[in-house]
């Protein structure tokens, strides 16, 4: 893991958040007090951290603000190596921790693909020198992300990588992705697979239906999701493998996940944060910006995620950030670039589910941290003595409107352009250090 | 013939050996002491005996094999056989000829003995209800290589002086390797501890119901081992995905100074060879003082030669 270099930045007075509502989701504390970060970690939370009452602390008044764990993404691309002109890991760093994320893990498709140790440990340094927040790195688990030979997932994991994946791409060899379930598995190794099958998929540019039909764009069928799906589940059970389906975006989907949980299947899943808020119909007249796969879907299938999540048979909520230059986005829709730039909205989006009674707070920020870090083995994603100070002070009222020339990502892709979201990210700390301030 | 070797091949009522399966503990026990006396012999300046004048042994060999089939011919010409080899690549048999076909053609010659190699779990013994000799299994696809688990066992009973409660660790490509499988059926019948590591892709389903315990850590399934049994790892197992890399599986499941400390210090090293150093075992390993690779080789002769004695007891004489 990277973190940023606690040992002589973070060597300052403690530090006291009081006056906080504070939010556990891994416990489910729900509790005003106050919360002493020192040597960057949680030193103590209770009713007793109030001003001044710790001495030699510094202290920070929350207002009766939220404090909770930061948020960990488990999606991003960071566009090292190769697309830095999209994204670095140090612009990347600066928009999660100006959206309140203090983990995010990084994709490999990246250019070369981060299919090799030297790879990992590039990235690793990388995050370490230029990173505001932890950042780990996802490695192919096939070589070249082709989906043929499978990659070195031992001695990638022993590098530092946090879970194995095929980037935005299916494995659509059942043999391979049998033996890397398998064999992933002798290595507790998590395996986090993209949802497509190619050959639906096709040149398929937006969800499948009566929109798609009405522009004259081919569509992309959930099927193209629930195949491969229902395929993976499979092969778990045959394997024992630790399986989870990165983005799900339909009905159909969820109700395979829910089968597989049911019967007990080492089976989670992800959805994006885009396809809680977001629907086909915003595809407007051919907004590229709406581009991403998977495709946004019906209004059912959108509402069918805001009930997973608020569920909890969607465990992982994640920004999908894939950030895209307007070299990519400003094509026509069929020839324009995936994807939309997601970390700095991450949190705002997700309130929309919060505010319009959808989903309750505790299981979005469990989406948003907790479950993700159980997942992952992280110690962060809980507010616990001990536990990393990485942390976010959340004003969950505060209007704000998304102005992409605001936005600390290089790319500006972001789907909410002109939103008005309602709650943000006031300050975010990465093990104890303050690495955002709004305003 | 000493009057113990004379006891002991009578004590093996089989006409062929297919297979280790099947074989009981006593029969087994029969072999081993038979081939004890084989391999004082091998040491002697004289090596030749008798017992097979004038019989015909052939070597078929439908898969490469150097030190089975020398060792085969070795034992045959030291027991005075008439030796023949045929080499048959895969590709002529394509061409046209069935494995019945080549048996009945064979079985026309009237050998006495017929060593068979092939490809194919199973074959041997197909073949072997087509031919009149006595037939040797000398290795049948992923199946069994009943004389490499024979020599084994004098290998680890010679050091040993038992099999009986010894923990015997099987590292490595377990799901194609017949030498393993053979070798579990021969010491569970003999009283040993087996236990297999490999990676789950290499392990085979239902692995743990032959009798034996299931590791994917090298650490843990050496631990307190009496004997560190390595297989060989084939370079097409990279290409069907099993495993990523030769340096990935050194790194996990070769056999190097740092996982062999979790075995008893005095624990062997074996190999049925031919060994990949540097992908399943460390060349230091395979050259230790623990190591009996090239005894095994010896071995092999011996547990050969008793073979082709117990076989030749039942071959008909008129």
């Known amino acids: 893991m990277s973190a940023p270099d606690t040992d002589h930045r973070t060597a300052h007075r403690p530090l006291a958040l009081v006056n906080a509502r504070m939010i556990d989701p891994a416990t489910g504390l729900d509790a005003f007090g106050g919360l002493l970060i020192a040597d960057g970690v949680i030193a103590d939370l209770g009713m007793h951290i109030t001003e001044g009452a710790i001495e030699g602390a510094e202290s920070l008044d929350c207002g009766g603000r939220t404090v909770a764990p930061g948020l960990i993404d488990m999606m991003v691309f960071a566009g090292e190596p190769g697309h830095e002109h999209r994204e670095t890991l140090a612009t990347a760093s600066r928009a999660a921790a100006a959206g309140g994320v203090t983990t995010i893990l990084c994709m490999p498709n990246t250019d070369p693909v981060i299919d090799d140790v030297a790879l990992v440990d590039f990235i690793l340094r990388r995050a370490r020198d230029t990173a505001l927040v932890h950042v780990h790195p996802m490695a192919a688990m096939t070589r070249d992300l082709r989906g043929e030979e499978m990659a070195e997932i031992g001695l990638l994991q022993e590098a530092g990588a946090i879970a194995f994946t095929n980037g935005k791409t299916s494995v659509a060899d059942a043999r391979v992705m049998r033996n890397v379930l398998a064999y992933a598995k002798d290595y507790g190794a998590l395996i986090v697979h993209h949802l497509e099958d190619a050959s639906l998929t096709q040149d398929g540019v937006m969800n499948e239906g009566e929109v798609a039909t009405r522009l004259g764009l081919r569509g992309i069928p959930t099927a193209a999701e629930t195949i491969v799906l229902e395929r993976d589940i499979r092969l778990v059970e045959l394997t024992g493998g630790r399986y989870h389906a990165g983005q799900i975006s339909c009905r159909a989907s969820l109700d395979v996940i829910r089968a597989a949980k049911s019967r007990g299947l080492p089976v989670t899943c992800g959805v994006s944060v885009n396809h809680l808020t977001l629907n086909e119909n915003d595809i407007g007249s051919y907004r590229t910006f709406f581009k991403m796969k998977p495709p946004l879907r019906a209004e059912d299938d959108r509402r069918a995620m805001v009930e997973g999540v608020a569920s909890g048979d969607i465990d992982v909520i994640v920004s999908a950030h894939d950030p895209r230059g307007a070299e990519g986005k400003r094509r026509p829709f069929a020839e324009a670039a995936d994807g939309a730039a997601g970390l700095e909205t991450l949190l705002g989006a997700a309130l929309r589910l919060y505010h319009n009674g959808d989903a309750t707070l505790h299981r979005l920020l469990e989406a948003l941290s907790a479950n993700p870090a159980n997942l992952l083995g992280l110690g962060s994603g809980r507010l616990g003595k001990g536990a990393p100070a990485d942390l976010v002070l959340i004003d969950l009222e505060i209007p704000w409107t998304v102005e992409p020339e605001r936005l600390c990502s290089k790319s500006k892709n972001t789907p909410f352009d002109g939103a008005r979201l309602e709650g943000r990210a006031l300050v975010t700390f990465v093990a104890g250090r303050p690495v955002y301030h709004y305003g | ?318």
């Open chain 2, 1 to 318: 013939m000493s009057i113990a070797a004379e006891a002991s091949t009578s004590s093996f009522p089989h006409r062929h050996l297919l297979g280790i399966e099947g074989l009981s503990r006593s029969e087994i026990t029969a072999l081993l002491d038979l081939s004890e006396d084989a391999a004082t012999l091998g040491r002697q300046i004289h090596k030749k005996r008798d017992d097979l004048r004038g019989r015909t042994l052939i070597n078929l060999f439908f898969e490469a094999s150097t030190r089975t089939q020398s060792s085969f011919e070795l034992a045959g010409k030291r027991l005075g056989a008439d030796v023949m080899n045929m080499s048959i690549p895969t590709s002529s048999v394509k061409k046209g000829e069935t494995l019945i076909d080549t048996a009945v053609t064979l079985n026309a010659m009237r050998p006495d003995l017929l060593v068979v190699r092939h490809h194919s779990a199973g074959a041997v013994e197909l073949l072997s209800q087509k031919v009149d000799c006595s037939v040797i299994n000398a290795g049948d696809g992923s199946h069994e290589h009943p004389t490499q688990a024979l020599l084994d066992a004098l290998t680890i009973r010679r050091h040993k002086d038992r099999l009986q409660g010894l923990i015997v660790a099987i590292c490595g490509d377990i799901l194609h390797s017949r030498v393993a499988r053979s070798n579990i059926l021969l010491l569970n019948t003999l009283g040993a501890r087996v236990r297999v590591i490999a990676p789950s892709t290499l392990l085979g389903a239902g692995i743990e119901r032959l009798g034996v315990e299931v590791f994917t850590s090298m650490r843990e399934g050496l631990k307190d081992a009496d004997v560190v049994m390595m297989l060989r790892l084939q370079r097409e197992r990279m290409m069907s995905s099993l495993i990523p890399s030769t340096r990935e599986y050194f790194h996990f499941f070769g056999l190097d100074y740092d996982k062999l400390a979790c075995a008893k210090p005095d624990a062997l090293i074996m190999h049925p060879g031919p060994m990949n150093r540097g992908v399943e075992i460390d060349s230091n390993v395979a050259d230790d003082p623990r190591s009996v690779i090239r005894e095994q080789v010896e071995m092999g002769v011996a547990v050969r030669i008793a073979v082709l004695q117990a076989l030749a007891r039942h071959l008909p004489n008129e």
